[in-house]
């Protein structure tokens, strides 16, 4: 049928939804257990708000709907592929996904700590990197001691690797 045979009243709006932190097609959606929580969290809140939808026009209701159905096909994929990497498991004395890792920067000789966490996950303010991220692709394999070296355009920013754990109590 035309779109002119349509009465306006019952086009649906199509929900625009930001996507989700980028994943390189082919690339494995590791997560920490952590991680995984904070998905399946995300996802009750989401089936709640759902539930508890309420509007004085059904139209902006359907329109409400559609938004968080959009949001929760977006993140139920997101929880499919996810790969949960038992941080017990990884090699204690290197820099692996889930690590805390403590490092002096050389430049300015201060201090500080990064997790290697999931796409998902990654939040700087909270100490929380991508394991895609550049800064986490040079840590990786690393030792106590070993020095990583992060090139920012002209410039070489050197990064000496303090100390390495695998749970927040370090």
Do not use: C, W
Not at 43 to 68: C, F, P, T, V, Y
Not at 133 to 138: H, K, R
Not at 153 to 161: D, L, Q, T
């Amino acid at each position: 049928m035309s779109r002119g045979f349509v009465k306006e009243d019952d086009q649906q709006e199509v929900p625009i939804v930001h996507p989700r932190a980028h994943l390189p097609a082919g690339v494995s959606n590791y997560v920490t257990q952590a991680g995984m929580n904070e998905l399946l969290a995300e996802k009750q809140g989401l089936i709640d708000e759902k539930e508890d939808l309420s509007s004085d026009s059904e139209s902006e209701k359907q329109i409400a709907l559609n938004h968080i159905n959009a949001k929760l096909q977006l993140l139920n994929s997101r929880i499919a592929e996810a790969k949960i990497i038992d941080l017990s498991e990884q090699p204690q004395n290197e820099v692996r996904f889930g690590a805390f890792v403590t490092l002096k920067i050389e430049t300015t000789s201060s201090i500080q700590t990064f997790q290697i966490v999931g796409v998902d996950e990654a939040n700087v303010s909270k100490g929380k990197i991508s394991f895609l991220s550049p800064l986490a692709q040079v840590l990786t394999n690393k030792k106590i001691g070993e020095k990583a070296i992060l090139k920012q355009g002209k410039e070489n920013r050197v990064f000496e690797i303090m100390d390495i754990a695998y749970s927040a109590e370090q």
